[in-house]
């Protein structure tokens, strides 16, 4: 059974970094793309960043163009979501998952995290 677990959350000032990251272990993940999801509270979860199997292709958000980078590691079964210029509007839990194609609509993955919260205070 696949199992994904994030780390790397916490609290950082608005205009901070931080890397959050996604260790998958069960499954093969280098056949999988991933993506990043995020859910604020009293909001619905929301793509981030996606990336393809062997990490030539990612897809980003518009409202993180630009400040959030998608990469992945299929030696380390992880892949990582490096996070700059961080607005309070950033501030929810980022899930990762795993699904046969890379996409936005979180429909399409199969396997998620459990989340990790990231806060961006002002």
């Known amino acids: 059974q696949v199992q994904l677990v994030e780390s790397g959350g916490g609290l950082v000032q608005a205009g901070g970094s931080l890397r959050v990251s996604c260790a998958v272990s069960?499954?093969?993940?280098?056949?999988?793309?991933m993506g990043w999801f995020r859910q604020a509270p009293g909001k619905e979860r929301e793509f981030v960043a996606a990336?393809?199997?062997?990490?030539?292709?990612?897809d980003y958000a518009d409202s993180v163009k630009g400040r959030f980078t998608i990469s992945r590691d299929n030696a380390k079964n992880s892949v990582y979501l490096q996070m700059d210029s961080l607005k309070p509007e950033d501030t929810a839990v980022y899930y990762c998952a795993l699904g046969a194609l890379m996409r936005r609509d979180l429909r399409t993955y199969g396997a998620w995290g459990q989340g990790t919260q990231v806060t961006v205070s002002s």
């Open positions: 990336i393809s199997p062997a990490g030539v292709f990612t």
């Open positions: 069960g499954g093969t993940f280098s056949t999988h793309a």
